[in-house]
């Protein structure tokens, strides 16, 4: 593993407990590779491509084997630009806090974005839908004000961590770790403290045999 893209999705930085997690995991996944090229990309500072109208008539003269309208060849310049960058990394480590049961906006806007026919998936009419983004890791740390825990009636409105997944399973992912911090905003100061600090350990437990796969 040379290069690792560590993409934030929370507008919180030192006060999102999502980030926290996750700069503790990038941290000692550091420790143990020092030679590990580590790209931070937080969304709510990054210059993400508006994919509007000029993003789209690229996209479909693409898929339809037609050549590209000059005025929109800038747009798609620069969804083509995103896509690189992902896809030029070797490992991927991801802070995703939970909005309205879901994913912050400005992920949903980086997914949009990123997941396009014949970057990161291809479709066959006999064999479906193929990733093109394989053989490489992902971990995501998922924190939340709730708790939803597996098999119980509030796992419904867990619309994040399966979600994220889906997308990921979707372009070609395997191998994808997670860690949970939940709940971020039920208990005292001191109950909240102690559920961030379990899931850094686990974050630097799980980080030992991650940074050296």
């Known amino acids: 593993?040379?290069?690792?893209?560590?993409?934030?999705?929370?507008?919180?930085?030192?006060?999102?407990?999502?980030?926290?997690?996750?700069?503790?995991?990038?941290?000692?996944?550091?420790?143990?590779?020092?030679?590990?090229?580590?790209?931070?990309?937080?969304?709510?500072e990054a210059d993400l491509p508006v994919f509007d109208g000029a993003a789209l008539e690229a996209k479909y003269a693409i898929l339809h084997g037609q050549d590209v309208h000059p005025e929109h060849k800038t747009a798609w310049a620069e969804v083509e630009a995103v896509i690189e960058t992902f896809r030029r990394a070797d490992a991927y480590v991801l802070a995703v806090p939970m909005w309205n049961f879901g994913i912050p906006y400005r992920l949903k806007h980086y997914f949009d974005v990123l997941i396009q026919p014949g970057y990161t998936f291809t479709f066959d009419p006999d064999a479906g839908y193929s990733g093109l983004v394989t053989g490489k890791p992902a971990m995501v740390i998922y924190a939340r004000g709730g708790a939803y825990p597996a098999d119980t009636p509030m796992a419904a409105y867990d619309l994040q961590k399966p979600?994220?997944?889906?997308?990921?399973?979707?372009?070609?992912?395997?191998?994808i770790g997670s860690i949970i911090v939940e709940p971020t905003l039920h208990g005292s100061a001191e109950d909240r403290e102690a559920i961030v600090n379990k899931a850094i350990e686990e974050a630097r437990r799980l980080a030992g045999d991650w940074a050296a796969a």
């Open 163 to 175: 979600y994220v997944e889906q997308l990921l399973r979707f372009i070609g992912f395997e191998d």
């Open 1 to 44: 593993m040379k290069s690792l893209l560590y993409i934030q999705a929370s507008p919180r930085r030192e006060r999102s407990r999502s980030i926290r997690v996750a700069d503790t995991f990038v941290q000692a996944c550091r420790d143990r590779q020092k030679d590990l090229e580590v790209i931070r990309l937080n969304l709510f």
